[in-house]
């Protein structure tokens, strides 16, 4: 399911000097679908994070939630639509759809979520289905459920 666009990143600097030797600094806001479908009942449930991340040279960079540089970049955009402007190389985005059909998942394949006993399932769609057999496109949708949950 192709993921609706969103406004364009909002650049609060250019990384120019202001005040003598203070940078300003630079901020990207990225989109999240955490859109999912309840298993049994097939209802879809709409929904979307908006996160904001300032850009940091990759020495200065902890790739947590907040910051981003051209080390994380790549894999951000797995599962974050940024839009322009766009400091980094884009990356072709992959889903989990996309790795059923290479091969690479099968459906049933049971997947852990590091530092917590939740199991979710990957089902022949392409979805990641948690215990509560809410089905999410989108793995850090479904890791944020977990971690919201």
Known sequence: ????????ARPYGTG???DGDTPMRT?????????YTHFVTGERVT??????????QPENCDHDNSHICAECAPSWQHDYEFGEPFPFERVQRVSVADLL???????????EMKDT?????????????????RV?????????????S
């Open 1 to 8: 399911m192709p993921h609706a666009q969103f406004t364009a």
């Open 16 to 18: 120019s000097r202001m």
């Open 27 to 35: 901020f990207l806001t990225a989109r999240l679908d955490e859109s």
């Open 47 to 56: 929904r979307e994070r908006r996160t904001t991340f300032e850009v940091k």
């Open 101 to 111: 059909t290479a091969g690479k998942l099968t459906p049933g394949a049971r997947l």
């Open 117 to 133: 006993d939740i199991i979710a399932v990957i089902t022949d769609t392409g979805g990641i289905m948690l215990p509560d057999l």
């Open 136 to 148: 999410f496109d989108n793995p850090s949708a479904a890791a944020h459920a977990v971690l919201e």
